[in-house]
């Protein structure tokens, strides 16, 4: 059988740096829209075979632009996922990650003490470079002490919230969540901004459509190129929905979330169209994690064929539904089978904007731009993939192949508690309760004949042995050359909760906080 062969590892970081010289047709710098979901499973699109088809919009999008199957997040895990995505760094080179246990995820709670290093450079920090205005509309998540806000870090504009949007608290153990309007807060989640848990009415994506559609008018007008990181989070448990979407769905209040995201999405696109500007904005969609299957199936989505869920390095928790859309620019109703990474659209939008990277540190996103813009196959088989679950790497997928090197799903303890990151589909050997270690001999799955996970090759194949080899050496090659960033998510502390957010002295909003008393944080996962 024929099996993967690694070029020279070289050529890989090379890769990194091509295109980012050339320059696009008309000469000017694209505008870039990121859109970033929140737990959006691979199989809750039509386009990827959700049978309900409630997404005709994002299946238009991916029938006018490139829809990549084999399109990864480079954590399980909300936090450490988008700040991967803005950085184009692993977790454990950009600190969103912990070392209180041994491969647990973590991420930016209330009472976490850390957030985004201030010695990483964001992508809205480098499009300055080339005069471009930024905006994030919705969920930040790298950290809600004021030094860690957006405007901190490049982004010149947002509106949304620095934390998911549990709730309702009392305000004297714990405070609701704030919502900003750029450096201060406006109000907070259950008290100024309504979500109804009982019937899961909330009017949030409608105000972040309306946000994103104001700044695309503002930014055109003003003949400015822009960055819009679109961060809606509505099928985040708790689901939510407006009144005009809710009970839509055949899918339930999930659906309700994701058909309104939709609209959202096509009414984005439409807007681009009316102000002739399409050809000169490229716009990517996908999601932070996979499906949170725990919170299914009437507050969690589908992974499709796929292993597991969110909080998982199966494919079910790091695999994403991907679609990259720039009218003129890519061919309508490509497919990409290339392996790639949200990491990459931190590279992927230097190359577009025409700016160098950032030499003074390792990168692990590359330039997919000869992918969407050539159909290139020339990355396909060298690029790795690696499944990080906080400090420990768990996998690595080179080509069809996949090796896993550690496989938990989670705790016998928490299992038996009743949280269960796998309904239904506990394959014996691989989601262990436990965490086995397969280093002297990985568990090595074929994902195109086997996307599931459910078989493993057979150790005493020819096939087992080559791709082992090869796998062998990329492995080594990474590790030989990791420096672990400084961990950032181990420090908790209620004091620092958002008790007084700047901005609430003139909404009366102020809330006392307790003596400080910091701990290392508690990571079960």
């Not at 990409?336 to 190359?351: E, G, H, K, R, Y």
């Not at 080559?466 to 209620?494: F, W, Y």
């Not at 009366?508 to 910091?518: D, I, N, R, V």
């Amino acid at each position: 059988m024929r099996v993967v062969s690694i070029p020279n590892l070289v050529l890989l970081s090379v890769t990194i740096c091509c295109s980012l010289t050339e320059t696009l047709s008309n000469g000017t710098s694209p505008n870039i829209i990121i859109m970033l979901m929140d737990d959006m499973g691979w199989g809750d699109l039509g386009v990827l075979g959700q049978p309900s088809k409630e997404t005709p919009n994002l299946d238009a999008m991916a029938a006018q632009g490139m829809l990549l199957t084999n399109f990864y997040t480079a954590n399980p895990l909300c936090s450490p996922s988008r700040a991967a995505l803005l950085t184009g760094r692993l977790p454990v080179r950009n600190g969103f990650y912990t070392t209180n246990a041994h491969a647990r995820n973590a991420y930016t709670p209330q009472e976490i003490v850390g957030g985004i290093s201030k010695d990483e450079i964001l992508l809205p920090e480098m499009l300055k470079k080339k005069g471009y205005v930024s905006k994030i509309v919705g969920k930040w998540h790298l950290g809600h002490r004021p030094q860690y806000l957006p405007l901190e870090h490049g982004f010149d504009e947002w509106f949304g919230s620095p934390n998911c949007h549990f709730g309702p608290y009392n305000g004297s153990v714990r405070p609701n969540i704030p919502v900003y309007n750029n450096s201060e807060m406006i109000g907070r989640y259950f008290e100024d901004f309504k979500i109804d848990l009982r019937t899961g009415e909330s009017n949030l994506t409608q105000m972040y459509l309306m946000e994103g559609i104001d700044f695309i008018r503002r930014q055109t007008d003003a003949k400015q190129p822009f960055f819009l990181y679109w961060a809606a989070d509505a099928t985040h448990a708790p689901v939510y929905a407006s009144k005009s979407f809710l009970g839509k769905s055949q899918r339930g209040r999930y659906g309700d979330a994701v058909m309104e995201l939709d609209y959202s999405v096509g009414q984005i696109l439409s807007l681009l169209q009316g102000l002739g500007i399409e050809k000169n904005t490229f716009v990517f969609f996908t999601s932070d994690n996979g499906a949170a299957l725990i919170s299914s199936p009437h507050e969690g989505g589908s992974n499709g064929p796929f292993l597991c869920g969110k909080q998982t390095t199966f494919e079910g928790g790091m695999r994403e539904p991907a679609i990259a859309w720039w009218p003129g620019h890519i061919k309508d109703g490509t497919v990409s089978l290339q392996p790639a990474n949200v990491m990459d659209l931190f590279t992927t939008s230097l190359a577009l904007a025409g700016i160098s990277p950032p030499d003074d540190r390792t990168l692990d996103g590359m330039d997919l731009t000869p992918v969407l813009l050539n159909g290139s196959h020339k990355l396909h088989n060298s690029r790795p993939i690696f499944f990080y679950r906080g400090n420990e790497m768990m996998a690595v997928r080179l080509g069809q192949y996949k090796a896993h090197y550690w496989t938990w799903s989670n705790s016998w303890e928490e299992f038996q508690h009743g949280i269960n990151f796998c309904p239904g589909q506990e394959v014996p050997g691989v989601t262990t309760h436990d965490q086995k270690e397969h280093t002297l001999q990985p568990l090595i799955f074929h994902l195109g004949q086997d996307p599931g996970e459910k078989y493993p090759l057979s150790v005493l194949t020819m096939e087992y042995q080559e791709v082992l080899r090869n796998i062998s050496a990329v492995v080594q090659q990474h590790q030989k050359t990791l420096v672990p960033g400084m961990p950032q998510l181990n420090m908790c502390d209620l004091a620092v909760m958002n008790w007084a957010p700047p901005g609430c002295e003139k909404l009366g909003k102020c809330l006392k906080p307790p003596k400080s008393a910091p701990w290392k944080c508690l990571w079960p996962h």
